[in-house]
């Protein structure tokens, strides 16, 4: 019964101009329930410039321009979450991103003698998140970062540097805590 509604809805949301598609997407961001998901589901697929299969994105969630955003299959956003991807962001597989997690793509540049920070201009620099990544609840994931496979990202964690591959980062700012999973030794198999 849910997915012919899903198939319907994605088809309506396809004769739909993109910002009418957005205006109403605003609208269902607080749906509960496992039809919430699925009929946001169709709402990202619709509006972000790449979306997989098996994406849950939960009531609360923010989105902000999705037409930078690429999500890939199995990638699971939690409630309270703030996803801005006006300068670009790519989500590999299999991620997930707990509650109240933050990721930003913009930041002002606070640099210029001459200007209030307020009035700043806004400099845009892209986050990637590779496959098998897990953030943690509260994390927040500044502009410009890449984490690398197979990562994890501690909850309450400021990430504000690239994290490298089979690793743990947590605190403010994020460091290097431990490897995130077996490691594999040079030359072994």
Not at 58 to 70: C, I, K, Q, S, T
Not at 74 to 102: E, R
Request: aromatic residues 6%; charged residues 15%.
């Amino acid at each position: 019964m849910v997915k012919p509604v899903l198939v319907g809805l994605d088809a309506f949301l396809r004769l739909l101009p993109r910002g009418a598609a957005a205006l109403l997407f605003t609208l269902v961001r607080f749906l509960p329930t496992q039809l919430g998901i699925g009929i946001r589901y169709a709402f990202v697929r619709r509006l972000a410039k790449r979306c997989g299969d098996c994406v849950a994105i939960h009531d609360g969630v923010y989105l902000f321009r999705l037409e930078n955003a690429e999500l890939g299959n199995n990638v699971s956003v939690h409630p309270m979450c703030y996803l801005d991807a006006t300068g670009g962001l790519v989500i590999g597989n299999d991620v997930s991103i707990a509650h109240g997690a933050s990721i930003l793509t913009t930041e002002h540049d606070y640099t210029q003698p001459d200007v209030m920070i307020r009035d700043a201009p806004v400099t845009r620099a892209p986050v990637t998140i590779g496959n098998d990544v897990w953030i943690g609840a509260g994390a927040r994931i500044l502009a410009g970062v890449t984490i690398a496979d197979h990562a994890v990202v501690g909850a309450g964690a400021v990430v504000t540097r690239d994290v490298p591959a089979r690793q743990v980062v947590a605190g403010v700012p994020a460091r290097v805590l431990k490897p995130s999973g077996p490691q594999l030794r040079v030359g072994s198999r």
